[in-house]
C-alpha cells in the first residue's frame, strides 16, 4: 500500500504496514497464543494487542487478518506499521486525541465523531478531547489522518504504541565483576585483585550515617519498567499498591525470559536489608512496582497518574527512546508534568528518567523535560562511562559499569547472556554469586541508584518540593572530570557532577532545620515599655540533650525577663530554660518550659501551657546548644 502519513507527538510519521505482523487481542472466550493462524509471537502487549506473525499461507496480509477477525476468539484485529527509517513495529491503540480548531462548538464536534463513528472518551477542554474507534469506525490511522484534513480539527493525533529501549548494558567488552562499590568505594573489590578508584562512589554509606538510618519507611519509590521478580526475596517485602498496565490489575506479569530488567532496576533503588545478599540506596524505603512502559499516550498518562493517585513520592524510569520518530508530544510532556507537580499533595513526585546508552550528543527525550531529572553514568574509576547520551539536560551523573560492573537483582527466569555458559552468563569474571544475583549498568543502573538517593533526602526533609530535591542533587554534586568540561557549572556529560547523597542528605537537614526556624521570626515580640524592673536570679548552663516546650522567641532581653518571671509562677515544679541564638543577623531569645528525657513527657506538658492559652511546641533540646 502506499504510505500513511500521521501526527506524532511532535513529529509526522510515514509509516508502512508490515507485511508479516498484526496485532490481535482476545476476546473473554479464549486464547489466541496456541491457535494454528499464529506462526509466532513477536511481542506480549503493544498497545493492549498480542503481535504475532501469522501463516499467510500464500495470502496476502490484508486478506489473512479478515480471515482471522473472524475467529470467535479474536476481539479486534489490527495492522502493524513501520515508520519510515525505523525497525520498531507500531500499533495503533485505538485512541485519538482531537484538537479542535477555535470557535468550533460542541454540537460541531459531535458531527465529526458520528462521521467516523468515534466514541467520546474525555473532554480535556472546549476544543480538546480523547476519543477512541468503535467497531464500527474505519482504521484508527485512516480516521486520524482523514480527520486532520478537514477544516474544523486542528491536530487529530493518533495514540501509537512502540517498543521502549532499556538502558541497561549487560556485557560490554571490559566489563569486569563487581559487587556494591558504588556504595561506598574503598579501592577494591573483594576476592578480586582488581583495583578500583577510592571515593568513586555515591557516598550512600556516609549519608546513611549521617541519617543514623537506611531511610523512611514512609517513602513510596515508583519503579516503571517490565520483568519484576515479585518472589525477589530483596524487594518482596517491600511492594506497596503495585500495578500492572497490560492487565490493568495489580497482579503482575512474572515469567516472561524476555522481560528482567524492573528487577536489577528495582533492587539498585530499594534492595532490602535483610541479612544476606545485596541492598539498595534506600532499602527501608517502600516499592511500588508498576509493569509496563508504553510509547503509548494513553498508557503513559496512566502510569504517571496512577502514582500521583497512589502516594508515589519518586518515580524512576529507566528506559525511553532517542528515535527521531518518537519524540514526546504535549500528551506525554503534560503527563510527566502533571506527576511533577501535582504528586504529593502538591509538593510534586520527583520524577528521574535515564538519559541512555546511546554514546550521542543528545539525551533520551523524556530525560529531556524540564521537571525530570536526567541522570547520566559514571565509571568505577570516577570517570565518563562512554555510552552514557550528552546533552544540556543531564542533570546529575552516577556511578555503574564501563569499568567494573554493578551488583543487582535477578529475576529467577532470568537467562543471562545466551552466548556463555554457567556463571558468566550473570557474572562477568565467572565467580558464581549465586542464583539470586547479576552483573547490571548503564544509564538503567545510575537512575535507580540516584531515585534511591532522593528517597534518602525526602527522608531527611519529607517537605521538600520535587524542584528542591532536584536543586540540592545538583548544587551538591562532586564536580569530577576535567575542569573545562564544565561551563558554568554544568557539563554536557557529567550534568551538575557525579552525585554525593552525604552532601545532598547534610543539604536537606539544613534545609529542614532552616524551616524549622524560618516561622519564628512571626513570633518574635517587639520591645515593650514594661520591659523594666528588678528581677532575680541565677544562671546555669543546661545540657543539650532531651526534651521541652518552646513558647515564645523574643527579640529584647526586657522581655524575657518579664516571661520567665510570669512561667515561673505559672508552672511550678518546672525549670525554664533560655536559648540564645541568632535569627536573620540579630540575636533572638528562646524561652522553654521544662526539661525532659523523653518526646511523651514534654507533650504532656504542651498540654499544659495550651490550655493555660499560650502557643507552644515540643523541642528537640540536643540541637539548641
Not at 524510569?317 to 500528551?331: K, Y
Request: with cysteine; hydrophobic share 35%.
Amino acid at each position: 500500500m502506499s504510505k500513511l502519513t500521521v501526527k506524532s507527538g511532535k513529529s509526522e510519521l510515514a509509516l508502512k504496514k508490515s507485511q508479516s505482523l498484526v496485532g490481535l487481542k482476545a476476546s473473554s472466550e479464549g486464547t489466541i497464543e496456541d491457535k494454528d493462524y499464529v506462526e509466532s509471537e513477536a511481542y506480549k502487549n503493544l498497545g493492549g494487542f498480542n503481535i504475532v506473525n501469522l501463516k499467510k499461507d500464500g495470502d496476502s496480509i490484508d486478506a489473512k487478518l479478515d480471515e482471522v477477525r473472524q475467529n470467535q476468539e479474536v476481539e479486534v484485529g489490527t495492522h502493524v506499521y513501520f515508520a519510515e527509517g525505523s525497525n520498531k513495529p507500531l500499533v495503533a491503540t485505538g485512541y485519538i486525541y482531537i484538537t479542535f480548531a477555535d470557535g468550533v462548538s460542541e454540537g460541531e464536534q459531535k458531527i465529526v465523531l458520528e462521521e467516523y463513528k468515534l466514541e467520546l472518551v474525555q473532554r480535556r477542554s472546549p476544543e480538546r478531547i480523547l476519543a477512541k474507534v468503535t467497531p464500527q469506525s474505519p482504521n484508527p490511522l485512516k480516521v486520524a489522518n482523514a480527520l486532520q484534513q478537514i477544516s474544523l480539527v486542528k491536530l487529530a493525533e493518533p495514540d501509537l504504541d512502540t517498543l521502549l529501549d532499556e538502558y541497561a548494558l549487560s556485557a560490554p567488552a571490559d566489563d569486569l565483576i563487581g559487587q556494591e562499590w558504588h556504595l561506598q568505594n574503598t579501592g577494591s573489590i573483594p576476592g578480586t585483585n582488581y583495583r578500583i578508584r577510592p571515593g568513586a562512589d555515591a557516598k550512600v554509606v556516609d549519608a546513611w550515617n549521617r541519617l543514623n538510618s537506611l531511610g523512611s519507611d514512609r517513602i513510596v519509590v515508583a519503579v516503571i519498567d517490565n520483568g519484576f521478580d515479585m518472589n525477589h526475596p530483596d524487594l518482596r517485602t517491600k511492594v506497596y499498591r503495585p500495578f500492572d498496565l497490560w492487565n490493568q490489575s495489580s497482579n503482575i506479569s512474572m515469567g516472561d525470559p524476555r522481560f528482567t530488567h524492573a528487577t536489577p532496576c528495582a533492587s539498585v533503588a530499594l534492595a532490602a536489608a535483610n541479612g544476606r545478599g545485596m541492598v539498595g540506596a534506600a532499602p527501608n524505603a517502600l516499592f511500588m512496582p508498576v509493569s509496563g512502559t508504553s510509547f503509548s499516550n494513553q498508557a503513559t498518562e496512566q502510569m504517571f497518574d496512577y502514582c500521583v493517585e497512589n502516594g508515589a513520592d519518586i518515580i524512576s524510569c529507566s528506559w525511553g527512546t532517542t528515535d527521531a520518530n518518537f519524540n514526546l508530544g504535549s500528551i506525554k510532556e503534560e503527563a510527566i508534568a502533571r506527576a511533577a507537580r501535582k504528586g504529593r499533595n502538591g509538593k510534586g513526585c520527583v520524577i528521574l528518567f535515564a538519559t541512555g546508552n546511546d554514546d550521542f550528543d543528545f539525551v533520551n527525550f523524556y530525560a529531556a523535560h524540564p521537571d525530570v531529572i536526567a541522570v547520566g553514568a559514571t565509571t568505577s574509576q570516577d570517570t565518563y562511562a562512554s555510552y552514557s547520551n550528552r546533552g544540556p539536560q543531564v542533570s546529575v551523573c552516577a556511578p555503574s559499569n564501563g569499568d567494573w560492573p554493578i551488583l543487582a537483582a535477578r529475576a529467577s527466569w532470568d537467562q543471562g547472556l545466551a552466548s556463555e555458559t554457567g556463571a558468566f552468563k550473570f557474572y562477568r569474571d565467572g565467580r558464581d554469586r549465586g542464583p539470586l544475583y547479576k552483573h547490571f549498568g548503564g544509564t538503567s543502573s545510575s537512575t535507580p541508584l540516584v531515585a534511591g538517593i532522593c528517597a534518602l533526602i525526602l527522608s531527611a526533609h519529607p517537605e521538600l518540593t520535587a524542584r528542591e530535591v532536584k536543586d540540592i542533587l545538583q548544587t551538591t554534586a562532586d564536580k569530577i572530570g576535567n575542569p573545562s568540561d564544565y561551563s558554568n557549572g554544568h557539563s554536557l556529560k557529567y550534568g551538575y557532577g557525579r552525585v554525593n547523597a552525604d552532601k545532598a542528605v547534610a543539604e536537606a537537614i539544613r534545609r529542614r532545620d532552616k524551616d524549622k526556624v524560618a516561622p519564628q521570626p512571626a513570633e518574635v515580640e517587639a520591645p515593650v515599655a514594661s520591659g523594666q524592673g528588678l528581677f532575680r536570679f541565677t544562671v546555669e548552663r543546661h545540657p543539650s540533650k532531651g526534651w521541652g516546650v518552646q513558647a515564645g522567641v523574643y527579640a529584647e532581653y526586657g522581655n524575657v525577663l518579664i516571661q520567665v518571671e510570669k512561667f515561673q509562677r505559672q508552672f511550678p515544679g518546672y525549670p525554664v530554660i533560655v536559648n540564645i541564638n541568632e535569627l536573620g543577623g540579630k540575636t533572638v531569645y528562646k524561652v522553654i518550659i521544662g526539661a525532659f528525657n523523653t518526646l511523651e513527657e514534654a507533650k504532656k506538658l504542651q498540654e499544659q501551657v495550651k490550655a493555660a492559652g499560650i502557643s507552644s511546641f515540643p523541642t528537640d533540646l540536643s540541637k539548641l546548644g
